[in-house]
């Protein structure tokens, strides 16, 4: 038997801002609102038992420091990755230097509270 990934948390300084970033970035409903300011966003129709992933966005934060160990990538559906890179930006993200040489097939990217991302070059198909 093997797990799988139920949801994904994230600490956030503002979780409305950020959960609506997200939604907007993965075409994600808010599922859930606690009463501590964590909500749960996921695809529509998903949430506990669905075998789809959510996102649960934390109210609070911990300084951190450095490159964080952990960062999603991402890829665009329904347009190319020029395309997606524009609308991601235009959204809020914004480009961030980690060392790439710039012959990367990827664009690395951080949200509104400075979680880095990647936007892959390869479309994939809706689900």
Not at 48 to 69: C, E
């Amino acid at each position: 038997m093997a797990c799988r990934i139920s949801e994904i948390v994230i600490d956030a300084e503002d979780p409305g801002r950020l959960a609506a970033f997200w939604s907007d970035v993965l075409g994600y409903v808010e599922l859930d609102r606690e009463d501590d300011g964590s909500i749960q966003i996921g695809p529509p129709g998903a949430g506990p038992g669905s075998g789809q992933p959510t996102l649960v966005i934390n109210a609070g934060r911990d300084p951190r420091s450095g490159k964080l160990p952990l960062h999603v990538d991402v890829n665009a559906t329904d347009r190319d990755q020029d395309a997606e890179l524009a609308r991601l930006l235009a959204l809020g993200a914004v480009p961030v230097d980690v060392g790439q040489s710039g012959e990367e097939s990827w664009h690395v990217l951080a949200d509104p509270e400075g979680n880095e991302f990647c936007l892959l070059r390869d479309r994939l198909k809706p689900l």
